[in-house]
């Protein structure tokens, strides 16, 4: 059982949705947390709520050298790393014949790079921390993709592989990599899509972003490899394992399409 309390660490992501639900619920718990986003007024006004356990550091997680100074920051202020939390992310939809592969790159930098950057930068800090832990945030599209979000699916999929590849060397390590595969979520994560717009057929009912948090923290406590919160993405990825055909056949139904695209 890991005691959250005792733990120090970075989140990347803090100014909204999962990530911020995340910071306040590790805060309560006493965790100690280099916070980052790019809106620096929201991270200021979160840190302000829970003083001495947040600490705001605004920036882009794309640029390598921000990447550097989270680690030194949560370093200096903590003297080590025992969690990188990396819920920051962004989508993008659209046919891909309309799309840019400017568009999937910039998805992958975020949704996959910066995550995995940040992990190799904190590893020499995490090998010697207090049981510790890499928390990605995955998506049910990482699992079976849906049409009009190829870039997305694909980078989450790759942040999938990514971890299951790697939690056994870093378990060698005594570092546990741990993946939450979210379904709809309360968040603004459509309000930013960098291309396109939510197409109405994929509207979910969205799981509440503080219901996701507490599930997140929860198997952060008692281990384990991944997470899903909710029943509806736990239905979904039950689905996409033993009959992928009925998501691929509803999507036709929601989207009135022949057989053949
Ligand atoms: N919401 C859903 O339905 C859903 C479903 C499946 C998976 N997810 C995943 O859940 C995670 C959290 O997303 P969310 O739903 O909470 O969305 P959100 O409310 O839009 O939050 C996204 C966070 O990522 C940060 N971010 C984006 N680009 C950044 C950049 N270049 N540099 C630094 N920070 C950046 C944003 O901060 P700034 O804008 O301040 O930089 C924000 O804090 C993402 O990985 C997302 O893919 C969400």
């Excluded at 972003?209 to 384990?224: D, F, K, P, Q, V």
Aim: aromatic share 8%; proline share 6%; with cysteine.
């Amino acid at each position: 059982m890991r005691d959250l309390s005792e733990q120090c660490g970075i989140l990347t992501g803090a100014t909204s949705g999962v990530g911020r639900a995340l910071a306040r619920l590790l805060a309560e718990r006493g965790a100690r947390l280099v916070i980052s986003g790019r809106r620096e007024s929201r991270l200021i006004d979160l840190a302000s709520e829970y003083p001495g356990l947040l600490i705001p550091l605004p920036g882009d997680i794309t640029n390598s050298r921000f990447q550097e100074e989270l680690v030194e920051k949560a370093k200096e202020a903590f003297g080590g790393i025992d969690l990188v939390i990396a819920a920051a992310g962004v989508g993008a939809v659209g046919p891909f014949s309309e799309s840019s592969l400017e568009t999937m790159r910039s998805v992958f930098e975020i949704d996959f790079f910066a995550p995995v950057d940040l992990v190799y930068k904190s590893l020499p800090h995490l090998k010697n921390g207090l049981s510790p832990a890499v928390v990605l945030i995955g998506s049910i599209l990482g699992v079976h993709p849906l049409p009009l979000h190829g870039g997305y699916a694909a980078a989450k999929a790759a942040l999938h592989g990514f971890a299951n590849a790697v939690r056994p060397e870093l378990a060698s390590l005594g570092i546990d990599v741990q993946v939450a595969i979210l379904g709809p979520t309360e968040s603004e994560f459509w309000d930013n899509l960098i291309a396109g717009e939510r197409a109405s057929w994929s509207q979910g009912r969205p799981l509440s972003a503080e219901t996701t948090a507490a599930a997140i923290i929860a198997t952060m406590e008692r281990g384990g490899d991944a997470v899903t919160p909710g029943w509806r993405a736990k239905a979904y990825v039950f689905l996409s394992r033993f009959f992928p055909s009925l998501i691929d056949l509803f999507v036709r139904w929601k989207r009135r399409l022949p057989r053949q695209l």
